[in-house]
């Protein structure tokens, strides 16, 4: 079975400075896909940013970019120009592309930026 | 806009009650997933479902059942509540590799 590991249970980080956030998995598939969710006190889950296994190129969504290292099974989230509106919870999460296939999610990472 | 709804944002049962946690989507999809989710352990699967009538089980389904009667509701039972069923449970939709949709999740307290 696929895990996902973040090893970072709270984070803390300066308005406008930029933050990593670690993600690792294990798994034995070649094709899956990887996601970013950001869960703020509202509860509501929203996609950050999502990458798919096989392309190489490393995803962008404006201020928010990943580090995939598919060798290395790890994907990390960077966070720039952090925003008092990017505190929330992170979650990693990982996909195969199968019909009824489910999604593994990482412990979280708590995440609050100070002005 | 898709929509992914839950019947309760906050729900508190007694030991031992039957509990429904109902969830609605508007967008066709086939597949629905219920989570829970808990400090340091992240979401965790409990049930999904691919069709309307097929059900599987996830990681946790032990004190669990569901019921997908229409493409579009997918039901959460607690047939008898116990305290360790507190926590926070959320939905999810999606069609077959695409995007998924969450609910805003049900915080259930079981005193």
């Known amino acids: 079975a696929q895990t996902v590991t973040q090893s970072q249970p709270e984070m803390s980080v300066q308005e406008a400075e930029t933050v990593t956030l670690s993600c690792t998995y294990d798994t034995s598939e070649s094709n899956y896909y990887l996601f970013w969710y950001k869960q703020p006190p509202s509860r509501q889950m929203i996609l950050v940013i999502r990458?798919?296994?096989?392309?190489?190129q490393n995803a962008t969504e404006n201020r928010f970019s990943v580090n995939f290292q598919k060798a290395a099974k790890s994907f990390s989230l960077k966070i720039s120009d952090s925003q008092l509106g990017d505190t929330a919870m992170y979650f990693c999460a990982f996909m195969k592309p199968e019909v009824g296939d489910d999604m593994r999610f990482g412990a979280g990472t708590r995440l609050t930026v100070k002005p | 806009d898709v929509k992914v709804t839950q019947s309760s944002r906050y729900l508190v049962k007694r030991t031992g009650e039957k509990v429904f946690l109902e969830c609605v989507q508007d967008?066709?999809?086939?597949?629905m997933f219920w989570y829970r989710q808990d400090p340091g352990l992240g979401l965790r699967l409990i049930y999904f479902s691919y069709d309307v009538k097929m059900k599987e089980k996830g990681d946790i389904p032990e004190g669990y059942s569901v019921s997908r009667e229409k493409k579009e509701r997918f039901s959460l039972i607690l047939e008898s509540a116990s305290t360790n069923q507190t926590s926070m449970y959320l939905c999810?939709?999606?069609?077959?590799?695409?995007?998924?949709?969450f609910g805003p999740g049900t915080r259930l307290t079981v005193l």
């Open positions: 990458q798919e296994a096989y392309k190489q």
């Open positions: 999810a939709s999606s069609l077959r590799s695409g995007v998924w949709y």
């Open positions: 967008m066709d999809h086939e597949n």
